[in-house]
């Protein structure tokens, strides 16, 4: 390793490439880490950190409503969205500076330049300069695209333009049905615009549990959303200071605003793995093996860039993974099934497991129990919410396979959850467990009629 001139050099400090380069140094290598642009990465400059700052805000309107119900008078309240904005950014910076002293406690060299890969051990720097490394990790994540070009697409903006606009819009037509697309409507809904959510599919949230995507889909909706599917965004006019958007079944909204969400494409261009023959999964990320190593030996990558399982808490567990197997001599895959996650919509949802769906297609027989009921807090304010629970139950062994939660705090419900189904909690374990009243969650072990149960047939 003497030969280089460090031991190893990770391409872009976000949450992955920053825990890498950490626990890498403390195992005693000598690490170098290149950023282009702001230290923390997309989770922590322009991702899940900002936007849970803009969520909360966001709620605060309901609080307001909710108060009178309670006994208090609240004067009518104002947003103003600069303020927000400015405080937003302070925290950004905070946290920014904080992961600089991390890596600088460490001993980390960091680099503010954009890094490329010459050659299977030497990076190129945008001034110039060359560094030799032993191992190299790429942990460039992903950024937002646009899907293909149409007629004005110039005027839209992404998720990473929406965290600066200099004022909060009047109208605003969000498209996509993801995670950031219905994050962002509920946002901006929350905080006072008119929203229109445009999406392709016949449903928002693909790839969720069909429950959980039409009671979500009802819920935008009592809030005031208008929630298009089976629409595209097919050309955005400039009409003096408003935008005309044309969709494709040919209608016309009106916005201040437009916001493309409709995914994130792995940040491999400009890399120089081409050059390397670094190979690329069918779908579009870095191709890895169960430790994170690419098809060149010495080359690794972890986080979004992999297009695994686009979390960074998933990124952080890849990055602390390839720093104790390549230089902790403990080698370490990451396991990637019953990962929890939440989207933090309104109301928030919490996931993890299989969706009944899945557990359909994977098991002989699935019990699934489900509830909804209205939270104890809106029987005086008087709100129209419901919360939305179920487990889907393995019906021959009686493991909870699956749990799936709308309702207020699902982000913080799924995380505890999560430990039991990863532990392989049983049904019996749950309906053991006593329940803590009066809670919401208490729901999750007191269900006790199956909703309904599923056998595969021969046919199936």
Request: aromatic letters at 6%; hydrophobic letters at 40%; a negative charge.
């Amino acid at each position: 390793m003497a030969d280089h001139d460090v031991d190893l050099f990770v391409i872009g400090a976000g949450s992955g490439g920053v825990r890498a380069a950490r626990v890498a140094a403390s195992y005693g290598a000598r690490v170098m880490i290149a950023e282009e642009y702001r230290v923390g990465g997309t989770c922590v400059i322009r991702g899940c950190v900002p936007k849970k700052l803009l969520v909360y805000a966001s709620r605060f309107s309901d609080e307001f409503e909710d108060a009178a119900g309670y006994g208090w008078t609240v004067p009518a309240p104002t947003f103003h969205w600069p303020a927000l904005i400015a405080n937003k950014d302070r925290e950004i910076a905070r946290l920014e500076a904080a992961y600089i002293d991390t890596l600088e406690r460490f001993n980390v060299t960091l680099v503010k330049s954009r890094a490329s890969i010459e050659d299977a051990h030497t990076i190129r720097l945008a001034t110039g300069a060359r560094v030799s490394a032993e191992t190299i990790l790429i942990s460039t994540g992903a950024w937002p695209h646009f899907g293909p070009k149409i007629p004005g697409i110039e005027h839209a903006i992404s998720s990473n333009e929406a965290f600066h606009l200099p004022e909060l819009p009047k109208r605003i037509v969000v498209q996509g049905g993801g995670y950031i697309a219905v994050e962002f409507a509920c946002i901006f809904a929350g905080l006072g615009s008119e929203v229109t959510l445009v999406y392709r599919g016949d449903n928002i949230l693909r790839g969720f549990d069909d429950d959980v995507r039409e009671h979500l889909r009802s819920e935008m909706r009592n809030r005031g959303i208008t929630v298009t599917c089976g629409r595209t965004v097919a050309a955005i006019e400039k009409s003096g200071d408003e935008l005309i958007v044309n969709l494709s079944n040919g209608s016309k909204v009106a916005a201040d605003k437009v916001m493309f969400a409709i995914g994130r494409r792995p940040n491999v261009m400009g890399l120089g793995i081409e050059e390397l023959n670094i190979k690329i999964h069918e779908h579009g990320g870095i191709d890895v093996d169960d430790f994170s190593r690419t098809s060149a030996p010495n080359i690794y990558a972890v986080g979004d860039v992999t297009n695994r399982v686009n979390l960074t808490p998933v990124a952080i567990r890849e990055g602390h993974a390839f720093a104790d197997t390549v230089y902790g001599g403990k080698p370490t895959p990451v396991d990637h099934t019953n990962v929890p996650t939440a989207v933090f919509s309104e109301p928030e949802i919490g996931v993890v497991g299989l969706t009944e769906l899945q557990a359909r297609e994977r098991l002989a027989k699935v019990d699934v129990y489900k509830t909804t009921f209205r939270p104890m807090k809106a029987t005086l304010s008087g709100r129209n919410t419901r919360t939305f629970m179920k487990l889907l139950v393995d019906g021959g062994t009686d493991r909870v396979v699956g749990c799936h939660i709308v309702g207020p705090d699902a982000g913080e419900l799924i995380q505890v959850v999560g430990i039991a189904v990863k532990m392989g909690a049983t049904k019996v374990d749950f309906d053991a467990t006593m329940a803590v009243h009066p809670t919401a969650a208490e729901e999750l072990v007191t269900m006790r009629e199956i909703a309904t149960s599923h056998r595969r047939t021969a046919a199936e």
